[in-house]
């Protein structure tokens, strides 16, 4: 498999987890989002990529998967063990719901496109982009901390004591809350959950000093 990847989107962060979690080996081919006015806007991988972004898994087959909780989810059926989502259908949708306030209500809104809209086309200045990328994950985090920390499926990790699909979208947007200096005192349900998967090597691996792009 080829992973295109860069060290520092949290979406490519989460595929890094899931496929290290599984043990699974992938060729890595960095896409850097910011040098040569953005590699993803380039031609040759948007011939990949029509979207422009990353992560994108090319399967041993060609085929062609994006979108990272599809790619996670596409792992998980087609390499069973260890599983990424519990088999009962209840707590399936529990730890799909968990990914989703992440990857779909946070990360949209602090995407690197619009971060850099607001401070190009919008003029809004860096003290004010600051301001809204921590707003939103706050407000996210805020219901997050909530749901997990009054769940009696809540243990080790975001469901139970075996990690998944949400817990490979919770350490990268808490990396990222951190770069913008988030105070992350009113979520000690959350820092646990972090806390006890920086423990697995799997976390560790993935992380974006780790990787061989970092800068």
Not at 9 to 28: D, F, G, H
Not at 39 to 50: D, G, K, T, V
Not at 103 to 121: F, M, Q, S, W
Not at 140 to 148: G, H, I, P
């Amino acid at each position: 498999m080829k992973l295109y990847t860069y060290w520092r989107s949290s979406a490519a962060y989460r595929v890094r987890i899931a496929l290290n979690l599984k043990s699974l080996t992938s060729e890595l081919f960095s896409v850097h989002l910011v040098k040569n006015g953005g590699e993803q806007l380039q031609s040759a991988y948007q011939a990949i990529n029509h979207q422009g972004l990353v992560p994108t898994l090319e399967v041993d087959s060609g085929e062609v998967i994006t979108q990272s909780l599809a790619i996670m989810e596409y792992l998980d059926e087609a390499f069973s063990k260890p599983a990424l989502l519990p088999e009962n259908p209840l707590a399936r949708a529990r730890v799909r719901s968990i990914a989703q306030v992440i990857a779909c209500d946070i990360h949209p809104l602090n995407n690197l496109r619009v971060l850099k809209y607001l401070t190009g086309e919008l003029g809004v200045s860096d003290e004010e982009k600051k301001q809204w990328y921590q707003h939103w994950i706050s407000l996210s985090f805020t219901s997050l901390e909530r749901q997990l920390a009054n769940s009696n499926a809540t243990g080790l990790f975001c469901h139970g004591d075996i990690p998944s699909i949400a817990d490979a979208c919770l350490v990268p947007q808490i990396y990222n809350a951190r770069r913008f200096l988030l105070d992350m005192a009113n979520f000690p349900t959350l820092k646990r959950i972090e806390e006890n998967c920086q423990k697995l090597e799997a976390f560790q691996l993935a992380a974006p000093e780790a990787q061989e792009d970092a800068q």
